[in-house]
């Protein structure tokens, strides 16, 4: 467990530095992840079934609101970890997130006198889940 964490918080700055300056998340630091991801899913079981379904509906939401498929894949490998380790609520957490990524949109808009129409949503994902996990 103590390895799929720390592999978890390590590459979240590289994969975050990426998406702040491409806006991209590459899919080899995905794969890493999704390595750690399943080895420790096939010692420790996926966790709650009803969490992992309203993980999957709200997943569908991000497709349908066209959010980038990195993101998704990203949010869909943490809830994976999060659920398996612990009592880890989806619909507690999207809110963290909403709030963590119009933070960002609010800054940006503030530095650069504009909204932006694409955002990186990598840092959110994570200052979000350290934040989530902070107040369980």
């Not at 010692?43 to 993980?55: A, E, R, T, V, W």
């Not at 503030?110 to 996990?133: C, G, K, M, T």
Request: charged share 5%; hydrophobic share 60%; with cysteine.
């Amino acid at each position: 467990m103590l390895l799929l964490w720390c592999g978890f918080w390590v590459i979240a700055i590289p994969i975050s530095i990426r998406d702040m300056n491409t806006k991209t998340i590459p899919n080899v630091y995905l794969k890493f992840l999704a390595v750690l991801t399943a080895v420790y899913l096939l010692i420790d079981g996926f966790g709650n079934m009803p969490n992992l379904l309203s993980g999957f509906i709200a997943l569908c939401l991000l497709v349908a609101f066209r959010v980038g498929m990195g993101d998704v894949k990203l949010i869909a490998l943490t809830i994976l970890i999060f659920n398996s380790q612990m009592n880890f609520s989806v619909l507690s957490y999207f809110p963290i997130l909403l709030v963590c990524a119009l933070a960002h949109l609010v800054i940006h808009g503030l530095v650069n006198w504009q909204l932006p129409e694409r955002i990186a949503l990598a840092p959110s994902i994570f200052l979000a889940f350290a934040l989530y996990l902070s107040a369980g």
